[in-house]
């Protein structure tokens, strides 16, 4: 992983516990200042609410990099890209995980749990770490995705612009 350290929100639904855990690991190790933002253990919980708390840390800037696990990743997703600022992205293949950082500087990632298996997980959290935002034609498309936001009444959202490059 990049030693571009910067502080990362993590969490996940009752599916996602065990995988973020292992995600969470991964972070230490490497060094990065993580959030845990939950759940702590397997109990059934709503997925919109702890993808809302960490679309919410990373729309904040009071981080750079949001993760979220749920069983497909589909619904952490969905609930995550509702906060203006954030771009969260299903990694499902090295491919996604590459141009989603690359082309759509994403600034939350997700995994399913019930849908990889943890070294796929662990090996496109890296790839996704190890790229950089292209910038260049690839800003002028955020900068629409920042048009549309502020045309359907969400305020506009300085600093919630991905990863450092």
């Known amino acids: 992983m990049t030693k571009d350290l910067y502080p990362v929100a993590v969490a996940s639904d009752h599916a996602g516990v065990e995988m973020k855990a292992g995600i969470l690991r991964e972070l230490a190790e490497s060094g990065y200042p993580v959030e845990d933002l939950g759940p702590g253990d397997g109990c059934a919980v709503d997925y919109p609410d702890y993808g809302e708390a960490v679309a919410e840390r990373v729309a904040s800037g009071a981080v750079r990099l949001g993760i979220l696990v749920c069983g497909t990743g ?6 995550a890209n509702k906060v203006p600022g954030v771009r969260a992205a299903l990694l ?74």
């Open 74 to 79: 589909v619904g952490m997703s969905i609930a």
């Open 92 to 165: 499902y293949d090295d491919t996604t995980a590459r141009y989603a950082r690359r082309h759509n500087d994403a600034n939350v990632v997700v995994f399913g749990a019930r849908t990889m298996r943890p070294e796929e997980v662990l090996s496109r959290l890296r790839l996704f770490l190890s790229e950089t935002f292209d910038g260049g034609r690839h800003e002028g498309r955020l900068s629409k995705i920042r048009s549309i936001e502020q045309r359907r009444g969400a305020p506009a959202v300085e600093g919630a612009i991905g990863c450092p490059t």
